[in-house]
């Protein structure tokens, strides 16, 4: 594939860029990371740039350079599905075969801002009104192609790959760590002051009593059995989380601020190689797991966020299973 275009860094040669990336692009609320998750849950391989090539410079969300050309660069897979924005965007469209733009109306975004439970950008009423004076001044990159994201998640899926022309049924052999199953992931945060009452709750009621005290939630997408294999691996890098005050058995941890001074810097996904991620994971469970490196960078993401929830009278009483 000839591209009509240089960016300001060198591109590949022809060879280097014989498969097809593809952008899906769009504003908060449009639904970025929901179709980034359903593309992998379908066998495709997807990048989420906000938990994989994401810094931030001077209040700017900006893609790693070295990061974004690395991924885009690369001969395999044949194709590859690139979810998110970031401040140079622009700088790296003559990488991308087609870009998509996610689109929705008004009421969608704010009904969806409002009420997303994992992120609390566009909750203030002047972060809101700039998402919708962006959505209704039709802020895209130039030549993308709209998809209409208030259609269910499965149909606005079904529609991107139609365009990318790929197959859009869902008939690829799921590896397991791409099925929540049972072992899946969750974090609430709540008011340090409710912890004993979360602790000393009996089975039946712990739920419905963790449920009323959450000021937050975050989960994670992918098989819980990634979280499991990823803890001792950060463990091994001086990221001890696995030795939380554990409570109900060892599945259910808490985090706390503490965790958060210590830890949150060192836990930024551009930093960890998913292919040294995709190698422990492999000799850890003793078995072949192509893509689960974006897993892994999810789970490492997943607890970077965890932690940045915290403050000083919070904890995040952490799940997996």
């Not at 529609?159 to 049972?182: I, Q």
């Not at 109900?248 to 601020?257: A, E, I, N, Q």
Request: glycine share 8%.
């Amino acid at each position: 594939m000839r591209l009509c275009s240089v960016p300001a860094f060198a591109l590949a040669d022809d060879a280097a860029m014989a498969r097809r990336n593809y952008l899906v692009e769009g504003l908060s609320g449009a639904g970025k990371s929901s179709v980034y998750e359903e593309l992998i849950r379908r066998g495709y391989k997807a990048i989420s740039t906000d938990r994989a090539w994401k810094r931030n410079h001077r209040g700017t969300s900006l893609w790693d350079e070295q990061k974004a050309v690395s991924e885009l660069e690369r001969p395999e897979p044949d194709v590859l599905f690139v979810c998110g924005s970031g401040g140079n965007r622009d700088r790296f469209l003559p990488y991308f075969t087609k870009t998509f733009n996610l689109r929705i109306d008004d009421d969608t975004m704010r009904r969806r801002l409002q009420g997303r439970t994992n992120n609390e950008f566009g909750k203030q009423p002047e972060e809101l009104e700039l998402m919708l004076t962006l959505n209704r001044s039709d802020e895209k990159p130039a030549g993308a192609i709209d998809v209409d994201a208030t259609e269910p998640l499965e149909q606005v899926v079904d529609e991107l790959l139609r365009l990318a022309d790929c197959r859009t049924v869902s008939d690829l052999t799921l590896p397991s760590w791409s099925k929540p199953g049972s072992a899946i992931g969750r974090s609430f945060v709540v008011a340090e002051s409710a912890l004993p009452l979360v602790q000393g709750a009996a089975s039946d009621q712990f739920w419905d009593l963790l449920g009323r005290e959450t000021i937050n939630r975050i989960e994670y997408s992918w098989s819980g059995d990634v979280l499991a294999t990823l803890l001792p691996y950060l463990d091994e890098q001086g990221i001890d989380l696995m030795h939380a005050d554990q409570t109900r058995g060892g599945s259910v941890f808490v985090l706390t601020s503490v965790h958060r001074e210590r830890y949150l810097s060192r836990l930024d996904p551009v930093e960890f190689d998913g292919a040294v991620l995709r190698r422990h994971y492999e000799e850890f469970n003793e078995t072949a797991a192509e893509g689960v490196g974006y897993a892994m960078l999810d789970g490492i993401a997943f607890f970077r966020d965890t932690l940045a929830s915290l403050e000083s009278a919070t904890v995040a009483v952490l799940i997996i299973g």
